[in-house]
């Protein structure tokens, strides 16, 4: 029969580890699989927000522009309209193709990363575990492993509970901050381009 060493050094330093590793295992994931997409969501509401805030302080109406038209019926103007907003978001769309394509590829590397590193650490535990086993060491791995899970839950519950209540629900971009921001990148842009004089 082989001699079975016990230290607690390396047994809660071998938990420690695995939960380590388990957790962040479970965060990249969670984040490529659910929070990115939660995060367009978001984004998406608060731009519509935004938008709809700006049009409310213009007091903008489509209806008081077509009714100061004579010669042209509601409709026909509504097509033009239409047809405008269109041709606008087909040249922003090709405009701005590189710079998508840029965040795109800048992703995609971050994502890579993230996966490539979470596998070495996976390996790395998984190495560490054996050598642990080789030289002799004795350790509860059921009970480990059981508090390691559990551990792992209860950070993915918090985590995603904290996403659905707090952060999806939380407006970062505030209406009038970004007005004001507009305004100066408008400004700031006319002076550059010497559009405007300054006094």
Not at 50 to 76: G, H, P
């Amino acid at each position: 029969m082989t001699t079975c060493k016990t230290n607690k050094f390396v047994s809660n330093g071998l938990a420690i580890i695995i939960q380590v590793s388990l957790v962040f295992a479970f965060l990249t994931i969670f984040f490529f699989t659910y929070v990115k997409d939660v995060e367009k969501r978001e984004f998406g509401k608060q731009m519509d927000i935004i938008v709809d805030d700006l049009f409310k302080s213009a007091d903008f109406n489509i209806n008081q522009y077509v009714d100061m038209q004579t010669q042209t019926s509601k409709e026909d103007i509504s097509i033009t309209l239409s047809g405008m907003v269109a041709m606008l978001q087909q040249k922003i769309t090709i405009e701005s193709k590189e710079a998508i394509q840029s965040v795109v590829d800048s992703n995609n590397v971050i994502k890579t990363t993230a996966f490539t590193l979470m596998k070495k650490i996976l390996i790395g535990v998984i190495i560490a575990l054996c050598v642990v086993y080789i030289l002799g060491y004795c350790n509860q791995y059921l009970s480990m492993f059981q508090e390691i899970i559990i551990a792992v839950i209860v950070v993915a519950s918090t985590e995603l509970a904290f996403l659905e209540i707090v952060t999806a629900k939380y407006i970062t971009a505030s209406p009038s901050h970004v007005k004001q921001e507009i305004g100066k990148a408008l400004h700031a842009w006319l002076v550059n381009n010497n559009k405007i004089i300054m006094q």
